[in-house]
């Protein structure tokens, strides 16, 4: 019976004899096969995964840094930034009409809501013990479908418009030892000149963990802190915007620089990415840390794979030879091997996805608290909690990938040629 | 808010007032004074340090009390007020806004090292915390340093002069100070310029670590007022805003009262019809 020629295309390539070879050669040691396939499988599965957790706290930070408070974009009057001027309003000096602001720059299809702010500096004082303190005037409807702060609040309630109350932080709290309920004094330089000062109701007081928030930051109705340093109220400072994905921040900023031209509003959208570059400048870190991590990974792989392409090779020396003998080329020898290491790759593949999917589901629907172990700590101004956060990560399971079948194929192109020049008459010979 | 977080109001949490630089309110709360008539300087035969310490000392003054105009003008608004004020020595100072009506009242306490507003919109009394001394004083200039700040100048600066002579066809001096090594100050120069016939105070620029001129403090219009010699207008320009400036103007003022510490107390300051 005349063996059929192989085809052509995929179905053919692995009809060809040398990959077939190459295939069958990974049963022949099958415990050497499952070490080297394991350890290709781990390789990959730890590049997934500590990239995964690179990508959670660089996650965290971000999502923490921006979202507890500033958000992902803000717009300000031209020359607000960087000074931050009690003077410097959107619109200038005779403000704007902020609720139609608000709406248009939550009309963006990216921004997930936006919300009017006022900041100001002053003092809250109660009894003996009085604190420096920014004040920030915030729309108690709006702000908690921007930022999270109002939702770590652990005692008393929320504010409500129109009213003398504030929110402080736990720290705050107990440096003027007030509790809901309590009443404040707030002093504060005004617009006019003069030196804002009322009395206030402390309404609760949040814990964001952020020392700099929880001791320095009182939360205020936003019309009652107009009101506290002479500020009109079509004159805010701030409309901070929440996106849902904060890397698409800057594109957002970009089509609303573009309408607040148009439309001649006296004010700049800027993203988190250019208020907070540091948080950048570590997520960059970060990314360029997993291809560091990439390469030490498989660079130790090749040399364990390369070492048992080789023992496997020699063992076979005396088969290339009588390949060789029997009129069969170097190529054939060469293709084989590079068949079988391709193969190692394909089981070594599957074997990492197998272990890695369910890792990486697992890890990134419940991760794992560690506050038994840490606390919760700032990088670059944004909160880690303690929590081994993990995010997909999906071009790094490809790059992975790749980088598994090259080491394969790299492990296996040293042996591949010794086997190819096996010399058969020396070597059936035995010497 | 980044950490090295950027608190709003110009960079600074809770300022009573705008972020200023700190040097001596004492010109206001103590007035520069001489007996007159004058006596001839004997004074020029003493060391430049002992100079300054005299004009220094003179600076501070005894007990006094006195009525004071101050007008500030700022990039963004220009504003006046009337107020009250009352010292002795150099630890306590007493300072009441009579006018205008939004903030009539308001006080501030000055004792020892602490400082204390008395707020009569909320009719509270509050205590400003040693983090905001460098802040500035009800919206002017001048920082609630100004106001506690008690060491000589000798104690913390070496004194050199740097001139003597005839300037605008007025005898001076002009003395260079800078800080002694173990000196906690906030100025890495200042120079003083002094007039040698009656030791007025002609002007002070302070000088930060680069050498760059912050502010000037210009004493003018010398009168004799409660029998002494004083400059009865104190100027403070700040060198990075050249539009904007503090100015004092004394309109009354008594010397040698029979004022107790006492007097100073937080009781006082809650006291509305002094």
């Keep these: 019976m005349t063996p059929r020629a192989p085809g052509h295309g995929i179905s053919g390539l692995f009809r060809r004899p040398w990959w077939r070879v190459g295939w069958r050669n990974l049963g022949r040691n099958r415990r050497r096969t499952l070490f080297t396939?394991?350890?290709?499988?781990?390789?990959?599965?730890?590049?997934?995964?500590?990239?995964?957790?690179?990508?959670?706290?660089?996650?965290?930070?971000?999502?923490?840094?921006?979202?507890?408070?500033?958000?992902q974009l803000q717009i300000h009057g031209l020359e607000y930034l960087p000074e931050r001027?009690?003077?410097?309003?959107?619109?200038?000096?005779?403000?704007?009409?902020?609720?139609?602001?608000?709406?248009?720059v939550a009309g963006d299809p990216s921004i997930a809501a936006a919300a009017a702010r006022v900041y100001g500096g002053g003092l809250v004082s109660s009894g003996d013990a009085t604190v420096a303190a920014s004040l920030i005037g915030?729309?108690?409807?709006?702000?908690?479908?921007?930022?999270?702060?109002?939702?770590?609040?652990?005692?008393?309630?929320?504010l409500t418009e129109g009213s003398n109350?504030?929110?402080?932080?736990?720290?705050?709290?107990?440096?003027?030892?007030?509790?809901?309920?309590?009443?404040?004094?707030?002093?504060?330089?005004?617009?006019?000149?003069?030196?804002?000062?009322?009395?206030?109701?402390?309404?609760?007081?949040?814990?964001?963990?952020?020392?700099?928030?929880?001791?320095?930051?009182?939360?205020?109705?936003?019309?009652?802190?107009?009101?506290?340093?002479?500020?009109?109220?079509?004159?805010?400072?701030?409309?901070?915007?929440?996106?849902?994905?904060?890397?698409?921040?800057?594109?957002a900023a970009e089509r609303a620089n573009s309408w607040l031209i148009s439309d001649l509003v006296e004010a700049k959208a800027t993203a988190w990415t250019e208020l907070q570059p540091e948080m950048v400048f570590y997520a960059g870190l970060f990314e360029s840390m997993e291809w560091i991590l990439l390469v030490i990974i498989f660079a130790m792989a090749v040399f364990g794979v390369a070492n048992t392409m080789l023992t496997g090779t020699f063992e076979r020396r005396r088969e290339f030879a009588l390949l060789l003998a029997l009129g069969a080329g170097p190529g054939l020898i060469l293709r084989s091997v590079l068949a079988e290491a391709i193969a190692l790759g394909v089981v070594s593949l599957g074997a990492g996805a197998l272990i890695t999917a369910p890792l990486m589901f697992w890890w990134h629907e419940a991760p794992p608290d560690m506050s038994w172990l840490y606390g919760g700590y700032t990088m670059a101004g944004g909160l880690v909690r303690p929590v081994l956060r993990v995010e997909y990560p999906p071009e790094m399971l490809w790059m992975a990938a790749v980088a598994l079948f090259v080491t394969a194929v790299l492990a296996a192109i040293y042996p591949a040629l010794r086997s190819a020049h096996t010399p058969p008459a020396d070597t059936l010979a035995g010497r | 808010m980044r950490a090295g977080r950027e608190f709003p109001q110009g960079g600074r949490p809770g300022g009573l007032l705008r972020t200023a630089r700190g040097a001596r309110l004492l010109v206001l709360v103590a007035v520069p004074q001489l007996d007159v008539p004058q006596t001839p300087p004997v004074y020029a035969q003493e060391g430049p340090a002992e100079i300054v310490d005299r004009v220094d000392r003179l600076l501070r003054g005894e007990s006094s009390r006195g009525l004071v105009a101050m007008r500030i003008v700022t990039e963004h608004w220009t504003r006046s007020m009337e107020m009250?004020?009352?010292?002795?020595?150099?630890?306590h100072a007493l300072i009441r806004i009579l006018s205008p009506q939004k903030e009539a009242g308001l006080s501030t306490l000055k004792a020892g090292n602490e400082i204390w507003n008395y707020l009569p919109r909320v009719d509270r009394t509050i205590k400003v915390p040693t983090s905001l001394m460098g802040a500035a004083w009800m919206g002017s200039h001048f920082t609630n340093d100004?106001?506690?700040?008690?060491?000589?100048?000798?104690?913390?600066?070496?004194?050199?002069?740097?001139?003597?002579?005839?300037?605008?066809?007025?005898?001076?001096?002009?003395?260079?100070?800078?800080?002694?090594?173990?000196?906690?100050?906030?100025?890495?120069?200042?120079?003083?310029?002094?007039?040698?016939?009656?030791?007025m105070p002609v002007w002070a620029r302070f000088y930060d670590e680069r050498d760059d001129l912050i502010r000037t403090i210009t004493w003018s219009e010398y009168?004799?007022?409660?029998?002494?010699?004083?400059?009865?207008?104190?100027?403070?320009?700040?060198?990075?805003?050249?539009?904007?400036?503090?100015?004092?103007?004394?309109?009354?003022?008594?010397?040698?009262?029979?004022?107790?510490?006492?007097?100073?107390?937080?009781?006082?300051l809650r006291s509305r019809d002094r």
């Design chain 1, 37 to 71: 396939a394991s350890g290709l499988a781990i390789g990959y599965c730890t590049v997934v995964v500590m990239s995964g957790l690179g990508r959670g706290m660089v996650a965290e930070m971000v999502g923490n840094g921006t979202g507890i408070l500033s958000g």
């Design chain 1, 85 to 104: 001027s009690v003077y410097e309003t959107l619109g200038g000096k005779e403000g704007t009409d902020v609720a139609a602001l608000v709406d248009r």
């Design chain 1, 138 to 158: 915030i729309d108690p409807r709006r702000e908690p479908e921007v930022s999270s702060i109002l939702g770590t609040v652990y005692e008393g309630t929320q």
């Design chain 1, 165 to 251: 109350q504030l929110l402080i932080g736990r720290e705050m709290a107990i440096r003027l030892d007030v509790g809901p309920g309590d009443e404040v004094v707030l002093v504060a330089p005004a617009a006019d000149g003069s030196l804002g000062n009322d009395l206030f109701r402390v309404s609760g007081m949040f814990s964001t963990g952020l020392t700099e928030l929880d001791g320095a930051v009182a939360l205020l109705p936003v019309d009652a802190l107009q009101e506290l340093i002479a500020l009109p109220v079509e004159r805010i400072h701030e409309i901070a915007a929440r996106v849902a994905d904060p890397w698409a921040a800057p594109d």
């Design chain 2, 84 to 91: 009250r004020i009352w010292s002795l020595g150099t630890d």
């Design chain 2, 146 to 199: 100004d106001l506690v700040k008690e060491h000589q100048l000798i104690e913390d600066y070496d004194v050199e002069i740097a001139f003597d002579g005839v300037r605008n066809g007025v005898e001076v001096w002009e003395f260079d100070l800078t800080p002694k090594a173990e000196a906690a100050v906030i100025w890495d120069r200042i120079v003083y310029l002094v007039r040698v016939a009656d030791l």
């Design chain 2, 223 to 268: 009168r004799t007022m409660g029998g002494r010699l004083v400059p009865t207008l104190v100027t403070i320009e700040p060198a990075d805003k050249p539009n904007e400036r503090t100015a004092v103007q004394y309109v009354e003022l008594e010397f040698d009262l029979d004022l107790e510490p006492a007097f100073f107390s937080l009781r006082t």
